[in-house]
């Protein structure tokens, strides 16, 4: 895959980035925690519920960073940097940064309950991609 294709702020969010490292879905390790631990910068709601399947619909995680996403400068709509979808080898994640936490705890709330609700997986990212 290639490098990263998140739209910055204030650019049209209508596509998702692309994960930074390409990672493979089977790379993915999905965790057992329900809230991240609070040493992990970063964590991923990962598109597969905990029974295996494929979440539906298709642009979940576009919906979901679109309902984080803000008006830029140009009036023009953008992901959040600190919410925003990835493809992980073929499987539709949202990437969300502890950061968030302490500058809007409604939307962690939110973000978590989203995924604990819907039964998604949940993992860490991947050193490489903080």
């Known amino acids: 895959m290639s490098e990263s294709t998140r739209e910055p702020a204030g650019e049209p969010a209508d596509k998702p980035a692309r994960d930074p490292a390409g990672t493979p879905a089977d790379r993915l390790q999905p965790a057992d925690w329900q ?10 709601i990962i598109g597969r519920t905990r029974a295996g399947k494929t979440f539906r619909p298709s642009d979940w995680a576009e919906r979901l960073c679109g309902v984080m996403a803000g008006f830029g400068g140009n009036a ?3 992901y959040s940097p600190h919410v925003h979808p990835v493809d992980a080898g073929g499987v539709k994640c949202v990437v969300v940064h502890r950061r968030i936490k302490a500058i809007e ?4 709330d939110f973000l978590l ?8 997986q949940l993992a860490p990212m991947p050193q490489e991609d903080q």
């Open 113 to 120: 309950g989203f995924a604990r609700d819907n039964e998604l």
């Open 105 to 108: 705890p409604m939307a962690w």
């Open 35 to 44: 809230t991240p631990p609070e040493s992990l910068p970063a964590f991923m």
């Open 76 to 78: 023009r709509m953008g």
